[in-house]
């Protein structure tokens, strides 16, 4: 039986450090390291994998946040981290910023991590996610023996759609970083995999689940706009 455990990139500290602004390097704003609580929630996750029969390999998103979160559970289950653009954060201008390059606007210090990991769909459509998606799950099936366990790291997007493409069903899941999702897959001939416990739960992180921060904007208008 294949189990697959998707699961989302730890807290990443620009949504503390509000560098979505302007002005910030664009790598700290679009490829930003985990926060501290990041680290901590990637800790937890990897000893919930370990401890529930590990993982002998795990793919991740080139994304440093995704790497970092990566780098910690494969060190505790003792398996390599393969970089692949096939599990990268969609490349559109309302997710990551405009303008947004691939090369100039990620962390040059992780560039080395990034050469074994293909080539990003740039731009992007909502066809070539489907592609590469669907180019990603032909080599899950393939990949052998069928008895391996792999942990894919990615983002939010791409989890929602992976969960869509390996079960046939679209489900309204609230995907907090390091929530995870395991799927299964009993025989080399089955299309598609089985939902194996909640999706996106985030149970094993405990007092360490935190999700985005929510901006609370005050408006403040000039007394001569109003009269009432």
């Known amino acids: 039986m294949q189990t697959i455990i998707l699961l989302r990139n730890g807290y990443p500290g620009a949504w503390d450090q509000k560098l979505k602004v ?24 990897a000893a919930c994998i370990a401890k529930n029969g590990g993982a002998a390999l795990v793919l991740s998103s080139p994304f440093r946040a995704c790497l970092e979160t990566a ?13 692949d653009w096939k599990y990268g954060n969609v490349l559109l201008s309302t997710v990551l910023g405009s303008p947004f390059s691939p090369g100039s606007s990620m962390d040059p210090d992780w560039l080395d991590r990034r050469k074994s990991a293909g080539k990003p769909s740039h731009p992007e459509s ?9 180019v990603a799950l032909r080599e899950l099936k393939a990949r052998k023996p069928l008895t391996q366990r792999i942990v894919i790291v990615t983002h939010d997007i791409i989890a929602k759609e992976l969960v869509k493409h390996m ?39 405990g007092d360490l689940d ?17 009269k009432s």
């Not at 909502?126 to 669907?134: A, G, Q, S």
């Not at 609230?174 to 025989?187: G, I, K, S, V």
């Not at 935190?210 to 109003?226: A, N």
């Open 71 to 83: 780098d910690i559970i494969a060190a505790d289950c003792k398996a390599e981290v393969h970089a």
């Open 126 to 134: 909502d066809h070539t996610i489907n592609e590469r998606l669907t």
């Open 22 to 45: 302007r002005g910030s390097d664009p790598h700290l704003r679009l490829d930003p390291a985990l926060a501290e609580i990041g680290r901590a929630q990637a800790h937890a996750t």
């Open 210 to 226: 935190r999700t985005e921060p929510v901006e609370h904007i005050e408006h403040r208008y000039h007394p001569l706009d109003s």
């Open 167 to 205: 079960t046939g069903r679209t489900l309204a899941i609230d995907w907090h970083p390091c929530a995870m999702t395991t799927f299964t897959r009993a025989n080399v001939v089955d299309r598609l995999w089985k939902l194996s416990g909640l999706p996106a739960s985030h149970a094993h992180l």
